[in-house]
């Protein structure tokens, strides 16, 4: 499904003459073909899934974000500017993140249903929650909360 909506905004952007769109567009599909390369390598002959899709384009907005950081520290606005255009672009292919309360509200959910009571069991309610809630949620974010969960 992802596929063709890149496809199809790849089309949309030539179209419209979007020039920031159309080179995001063509990275994203780069970064998708090199994955399907590799995936091929390790038995799996169509290529990548939309879950893992997700991921790759979930990274694709950190190492943009980390990007920014650095541009900023170095005086570089050009390049700010150039990395939140395609954050924007990127993200347009995610689903609707969730916010802090839901966010908060899945972690409580999934130490429940693993009946996690400390920190070793951290492991088994990050699959939980990388499972369902792939692209929606912020992993580096929500580590550090069902951390907090369990400690205390």
Same mark, same amino acid.
């Not at 802090?100 to 966010?103: D, L, N, P, Q, V």
């Given at each position: 499904m992802l596929r063709s909506q890149f496809n199809d905004s790849l089309k949309a952007a030539m179209r419209s003459k979007d020039q920031q769109a159309l080179a995001t567009i063509r990275l994203i599909l780069a970064a998708l073909k090199d994955r399907d390369i590799q995936a091929r390598g390790s038995g799996k002959d169509e290529g990548i899934d939309d879950q893992e899709i997700l991921e790759m384009l979930q990274k694709? =907005?950190?190492q943009r974000r980390e990007s920014i950081a650095l541009y900023e520290k170095g005086n570089r606005e050009d390049l700010v500017a150039r990395e939140k255009a395609e954050i924007e672009v990127i993200e347009r292919f995610l689903p609707k993140a969730l916010d802090?309360?839901?966010?908060q509200s899945a972690i409580n959910e999934a130490v429940e249903e =693993?009946?996690?009571t400390s920190i070793k069991e951290m492991g088994r309610v990050m699959a939980l929650l990388k499972e369902r809630y792939p692209g929606r949620m912020d992993f580096a974010k929500a580590s550090q909360l069902v951390k907090q969960r369990l400690t205390t």
């Open positions: 694709m =907005v950190k802090e309360e839901e966010t =693993v009946g996690a």
